[in-house]
């Protein structure tokens, strides 16, 4: 059984800090890219950031220079460093993993707000 558990949201000020963590469980890690999706209220899905297994990153044009995604390969783990963070990043962010399947996570809730 595959799971993608997410940890790390809440409420922040703007200017504020923020790291997601993902912890799957049920296939092999390395060989998957794992990225951060996030979606808020009457908007579509959107990449946040994405690693692949060899470290190639990528990140949406609205987090370039705030955010940065790592991975821990020995602990099934992938992070998502959140700075600078703005009232328009709230949202539900998704774990996602793409390999010989995809499979996602139950999303966490980043609210950033004074």
């Known amino acids: 059984q595959v799971q993608l558990v997410e940890s790390g949201g809440g409420l922040v000020q703007p200017g504020g800090s923020l790291r997601l963590s993902c912890t799957a469980s049920?296939?092999?890690?390395?060989?998957?890219?794992m990225g951060w999706y996030r979606q808020s209220p009457g908007k579509q899905r959107e990449l946040v950031a994405s690693i692949s297994p060899g470290s190639w990153i990528n990140y949406g044009d609205s987090v370039k220079d705030r955010f940065t995604i790592s991975r821990d390969n020995p602990d099934n783990t992938v992070y998502l460093q959140m700075n600078s963070l703005k009232p328009d990043d709230t949202a539900v962010y998704y774990c996602?993993?793409?390999?010989?399947?995809?499979?996602w996570g139950q999303g966490t809730q980043v609210t950033v707000s004074s």
């Open positions: 996602h993993a793409r390999g010989t399947y995809i499979y």
């Open positions: 049920g296939i092999r890690f390395s060989t998957y890219t």
